[in-house]
């Protein structure tokens, strides 16, 4: 049972790349959450998923498209790489909106 | 809007002693609920402990329990008994459970704790 798992753990970007990172949880959960961490800040939301098909926007969602085709994965893409996205991404899921979320181990993107 | 305010940037604690760790929220809604996780150097996001806004108890876990204070919205963390594996980030989160909020944590800034030896 791997939980939540996100790829790749680490990337480095110059800016005006474009990269996608995946996370996946095999706990059939409905709910998905796109987070970013920056240094000395909280989590904040990007995107998040209530279910296969479905996206919505979070409290930072600029730069950043989300895609939930199956249910088991949810994907975060830059289209056009910032130094202001260098940050870790941790993609979290919860199998409702009550108990606690399953966090991922986090993407650590560096954009030059 | 909802917010979660942690005032203690860094705290302190002597090894075996207790250490209590400061959260207040605003929110407009009546039912939420109040998480807690720890980030160790490692960096992973552990879930310790959860109140619900409709609990009449304060929620306990182990070495955690939660000094919750509706009235005054604080949800106060305290660690028992500290060990040097509790030191971390620890931050404060809610979760609104009215519709269309998708279940989304809002998180605090966090404290960063050190035990020492």
């Known amino acids: 049972n791997a939980g939540v798992t996100q790829t790749p753990k680490f990337r480095v970007l110059k800016t005006g790349q474009s990269m996608t990172l995946l996370c996946a949880q095999d706990m059939n959960h409905e709910y998905m959450y796109w987070y970013r961490q920056d240094p000395g800040m909280g989590l904040r939301l990007i995107h998040y998923s209530v279910g296969e098909g479905t996206t919505a926007k979070g409290e930072v969602p600029d730069g950043y498209n989300v895609s939930r085709l199956k249910k088991q994965n949810f994907l975060l893409g830059l289209e056009s790489a910032a130094p202001s996205q260098t940050s870790v991404y941790f993609c979290?899921?919860?199998?409702?909106?009550?108990?606690?979320?399953?966090f991922g181990p986090g993407t650590r993107l560096t954009v030059l | 809007a909802q917010k979660i305010t942690q005032t203690q940037p860094g705290m302190f604690v002597q090894e075996k002693e207790a250490v209590t760790l400061d959260c207040t929220y605003d929110t407009s809604d009546q039912s939420y609920g109040l998480f807690w996780y720890k980030q160790p150097s490692s960096g992973e996001m552990i879930f310790l402990i959860y109140?619900?806004?409709?609990?009449?108890q304060n929620a306990t876990e182990g070495r955690y329990s939660l000094n919750f204070q509706k009235a005054r919205k604080s949800t106060n963390l305290v660690i028992s008994a500290s060990q040097l594996g509790d030191s971390a980030m620890y931050f404060c989160a809610m979760r609104e459970f009215g519709y269309n909020q998708g279940g989304k944590l809002i998180f605090g800034q966090g404290t960063e704790l050190s035990v020492k030896p």
């Open positions: 979290a899921s919860s199998a409702d909106t009550y108990n606690e979320q399953f």
């Open positions: 109140q619900g806004s409709y609990d009449e």
